[in-house]
């Protein structure tokens, strides 16, 4: 039985985010600027804020709990380990020691731009080629940390099929989803004119039922799902191929740092220090992170802890910090994206990302 666990619609993210384009102008003037709201609301306190931090506790610099900064994150899914590092934060009370009364939010039929925009949310999850056609559409967006080094999207196949690239995909039945950016790219970079191109409705019995078929996936969730079906699989990552995004990557917006750099900069702190913690102690998170998420067994939270320590601690993490992002990665991703007809204009990738919060809190944490 598939869990919201194993659904990551990115098809449905980028519709969303089409929209957000869409409605942008009206709702920036429409909305406040305030994040207070009710407990079901973005910005309002909720489940997933930190008990902590209503204690009457002492805040950052010694502050009374009710002068801590109310501030509301947005994810991409489902509360899960892929958040990992940011439900740590929260757990761990890094938050509120930063001065900051924390809500996240999960990323599930609300979007995250919508929010940033009439200032309900501070603070979203994206990735980079996202974040870059955002831009190309008016919205500011500005990448904070860049939280997976390398994508978790993957194509996964039946193990023992004879597959070692994606010039290997002729030929075969591919469950992708309608317009997904590096399928478009897969197509024209590698030449796929013999592979059948079939619509993936985040469901996996198509798959299972035909072993010479391949299928979008996460690497750190349906390889598990599978397996628990009794059905051994191996993957190919979408960045060992020529397509690498930074995936979910914090994002805000150019107003937001330019107001608040003070704010940015805690938030980053206790997000890299909450990622550092949840490296070796996600055993200790993950029933933290279940509370947000309980249909999902913490079997699964331990295999995608585990599959994505290469994936964020990694490359160049590993020598320049949790989060750290490269100009060349962006320009990379930039120039793909104009390529690929998927932007009509290259943009200003020195105003999409900045390192400045990032790397100020990893010298902290030496």
């Given amino acids: 039985m598939m869990t919201n666990k194993t659904v990551h619609p990115s098809a449905a993210k980028r519709l969303a985010l089409l929209l957000a384009f869409i409605v942008l102008t009206l709702i920036v003037s429409a909305c406040s600027s305030s994040g207070s709201g009710s407990a079901n609301e973005p910005g309002a306190p909720s489940p997933s804020a930190s008990p902590a931090a ?21 994810t991409n899914w489902y509360a ?21 009364d924390m809500t996240i939010t999960p990323g599930v039929n609300v979007s995250g731009t919508q929010l940033l925009a009439s200032g309900k949310a501070q603070f979203a999850m994206s990735s980079s080629d996202e974040v870059l056609m955002a831009r190309e559409n008016g919205i500011p967006l500005v990448a904070i940390i860049g939280t997976f080094q390398k994508s978790p999207q993957a194509l996964t ?33 590698y030449d796929l004119a013999d592979a059948r191109e079939l619509k993936y409705n985040y469901e996996l019995s198509s798959f299972m039922a035909n072993k010479s078929s391949v299928v979008q996936s996460y690497i750190t969730s349906e390889p598990y799902t ?33 107001e608040h750099p003070d704010i940015v900069q805690a938030f980053v ?14 055993e200790e998170i993950n029933p933290f992170i279940q509370q947000s ?10 295999y995608s802890a585990k599959a994505l320590q290469p994936l964020v601690f990694e490359g160049d993490a590993a020598t320049s910090g ?18 690929l007809a998927v932007m009509k204009a290259s943009q200003d990738v020195s105003k999409a990302f900045t390192n400045e919060f990032v790397d100020a809190a990893n010298a902290k944490l030496k």
Avoid: C
């Fill in 226 to 258: 599978l397996s628990q079906e009794g059905y051994e699989t191996e993957s190919m990552l979408i960045g060992d191929f020529g397509f690498e995004p930074y995936a979910n990557v914090i994002v805000t917006t150019e107003d937001y740092i330019s």
């Fill in 269 to 282: 702190d206790a997000t890299i220090k909450g990622w550092l913690y949840y490296k070796d102690n996600y």
């Fill in 293 to 302: 998420n309980p249909d999902v067994p913490l079997d699964a939270f331990a």
């Fill in 157 to 189: 196949f039946h193990k023992g099929e004879d597959i070692k690239g994606i010039e290997d995909l002729n030929g075969r039945d591919v469950y992708v989803s309608s317009g997904i950016t590096y399928w478009e790219y897969f197509k024209k970079a």
């Fill in 80 to 100: 899960q380990a892929e958040h990992g590092g940011n439900y740590a934060a929260l757990a761990k009370d890094f938050y509120k020691e930063a001065g900051l």
């Fill in 322 to 339: 949790v989060g750290h992002m490269t100009m060349e990665r962006w320009d990379n991703m930039n120039a793909t994206l104009v390529d």
């Fill in 54 to 74: 209503t204690d009457g506790a002492a805040g950052a610099g010694g502050a009374p709990a009710e002068e801590l900064i109310p501030i509301t994150q947005v």
